[in-house]
C-alpha cells in the first residue's frame, strides 16, 4: 500500500502543479475582471434569488437545484478535508482555500450560466446539461474531443473520487471514533441507505437534499460559533497565523517544515487550493450538471444562485471548521503521542471547545448527514456524465450498481491514498471545464451585459431535445 500511495502522491503533484493552480487562478481572475466583480457587487441579489420562486423549463426548482449542489459539495471536504488540508499544508492553506473560493465564485457564475444556455434534453425526457453539452453545443463539434475527457473523468471522479471512497470512509471512521459502532455495520447502512435514494432518479436526490442541507448546514455553523465562543481568546491568534504561514517556510506544519521558504509556501498553496476546488468544485464543472436541471427562464439568474454555493461551503464552512482546528492549538501538540488527522483531528478541535463529548457527537452526525448528501449528489453527477458518453441511458443501471459497489467496499480502503486519488481525478475533470469556459467567455459576459441591461430573450423549452446528428 505504501508503494502505491507514494505512486499516486508523485501523480497527485504533476497534475496539481503549477499549471493546473494557475489555469485555475487565471480563469477565476479573467472572469472576476471582464465581469467587474460581480461575485461581490451581485452576492446579495444572488442570496435573494435563492428565496424567491421562479417558474421555468427544468426538473427541479431553482433552490433544489442548489441544495444538490451543496450536497454535494459540503461533504468530507468541509470537515475531514479541512483538517486534512491543515495538517499537510499548514495554516496558510486555509488562505488559499479562500482565494480559491474568492476568485472561483466568478468560475462557478460562468458554469452555471453556460450549463443553463446550453442545455438539452435526453431520450427519457430529462434535461442535460453540464461540460460535456456547453462544451459541445458552445464550442462546436470540433471540441466534442474534449467533452468526452471530461465525461469520462466526471464518471471516474464519481466511482473513485468525490462520490464514494472519501465520504463512506470519513462516515465509518467517525462513527466508530464516536459511536464505537463497527465500521461494517455503519458501512452497511451507509450502502443500504444509498442504493434506497439514487434508485429514485433526481427528483428523490433533490427532496432529500433539499430537506437536509439547509438544515444540517445551519446546526454546523451554530455549533462552530459556541465553540469558538467558548475558546475566544485564542481566535485572534488563530487567524493571525493563517495569514502568516501562507507565505513562511513555517506554512507546512508536519508536510514541509524545514525546507526553503518558496516550498513550503508551494506546498500551501497547492494544498489550500487543491482541497478549496474540493470543497467548492469551483472549476471543476460537477455543479453545472445538476445546475442545468434547475426550472429557470435565466442563465444569468441561476448563474447568480450557483456561485453562492461556492460561498456558502468555503468561505462560511470550511472557515469555521478551520479556525476551530487551527484555534485548538491540536495542530502542533500530538494526542498520546500522535499528531490527529483528518476526522479525528475535527473530533477532537471540537471537543475542547464544549462540554463533555458534544463536539465530537456534533461533528460525527453532522459528517454522516453531509457526506451521504455528497454521495447521492455524485450518483447523479456520474450518471449524466456516462449518459453523455454512452449517447443513451441504457448503461445506467450498470452504473448504479457499480456505485452501489463502490459505497460498500469504501469503509475497508486506507485514508491518505483515498484523499490522494480524489485530488487527482479533480484535477483531472479541471483542465477540459476550464479550458470550456474560457472558450466560452464571451458568451458569458454577453448574456450577463444583457440580463443587467433588463433586455429578455428566450433562452430554454422543452421542443429543444438531444442532437440527432
Known sequence: MKGITEVLKSIQSAVWGIPTMALLLFTGLYLTVRLKGLQFIRLPRAIRYIFEKEEGEGDVSAFASLCTALAATIGTGSIVGVATALRAGGPGALFWMWVSALVGMATKYAEGLLAVKFRTVDENGQVAGGPMYYIERGLGKRWVWLAKIFAFFGV?????????????????????????????????????????????????????????VPLMAGAYVLG?????????????????????????????????????????????????IARGVYTNEAGLGSSPIVVAAAKTKSCVRQGLISMTSVFFTTIIICT????????????????????????????????????????????????????????????????????????GVHLNKLYKLLYIGCIAVAPFLSLEPIWILADITNALMAFPNLVGILGLSPVVIWETKQFFQKKSYPLFTREHTVDKE
Open 156 to 212: 471516474v471522479t464519481a466511482l473513485l473520487g468525490c462520490g464514494t471512497f472519501p465520504q463512506v470512509n470519513a462516515i465509518t471512521e467517525s462513527v466508530e471514533s464516536a459511536f464505537g459502532v463497527p465500521v461494517w455495520v455503519m458501512g452497511a447502512l451507509v450502502t443500504v441507505a444509498v442504493t434506497a435514494v439514487i434508485l429514485g432518479g433526481i427528483n428523490s436526490i433533490s427532496k432529500v437534499a433539499e430537506s437536509v
Open 224 to 272: 462552530s460559533v459556541a465553540v469558538l465562543a467558548a475558546n475566544y481568546q485564542a481566535v485572534p491568534h488563530a487567524i493571525s497565523t493563517i495569514f502568516v504561514s501562507a507565505f513562511t517556510p513555517g506554512a507546512a506544519l508536519g508536510g514541509a517544515a524545514g525546507t526553503a521558504s518558496m516550498a513550503a509556501m508551494m506546498t500551501a498553496m497547492r494544498t489550500g
Open 320 to 391: 469555521m471548521t478551520g479556525i476551530v482546528v487551527i484555534s485548538s492549538g491540536l495542530l502542533e501538540t500530538p494526542v498520546n503521542g500522535v499528531l490527529l488527522d483528518g476526522g479525528k483531528l475535527s473530533n477532537a478541535a471540537f471537543n475542547q471547545g464544549l462540554p463533555g463529548n458534544i463536539g465530537m457527537y456534533m461533528v460525527t452526525i453532522g459528517l454522516i448527514f453531509f457526506s451521504f448528501t455528497t454521495i447521492i449528489g455524485w450518483n447523479y453527477y456520474g450518471e449524466r456524465c456516462l449518459v453523455y458518453l454512452a449517447g
